[in-house]
């Protein structure tokens, strides 16, 4: 199953916890094509149905099935650029590969 980096559960609850948006909302991973290798990463309100949910330190993560299946055994990271926008990675799962 996907993991979080303490600096995705970060920047996870940074942008889902916007007054404006529900409590229940989380970050949302879709193949971009099937058997694809992109992602695209959205705001949603809560998982669609099939859905794999990752919840870790208050962050919650849904991810598509066809995604979870790519990403099963990797790492969600990260890193605010120097324009302040966050940018999120994948790397392998610690002791993993």
Do not use: C, H, Y
Not at 35 to 40: K, L, P, R, Y
Not at 51 to 71: I, N, P, W, Y
């Amino acid at each position: 199953m996907l993991t979080l980096t303490p600096n995705a559960v970060t920047a996870i609850r940074s942008l889902t916890s916007q007054q404006e948006l529900p409590e229940q909302t989380g970050l949302r991973i879709m193949s971009q094509d099937e058997g694809s290798t992109s992602f695209a990463l959205t705001l949603t309100e809560g998982p669609a149905a099939g859905d794999q949910v990752v919840e870790e330190g208050g962050a919650r993560v849904f991810v598509e099935s066809g995604a979870a299946v790519v990403l099963e055994d990797k790492a969600l990271d990260a890193q605010v650029t120097e324009q302040g926008d966050v940018a999120f990675s994948l790397a392998e799962q610690e002791g993993r590969g």
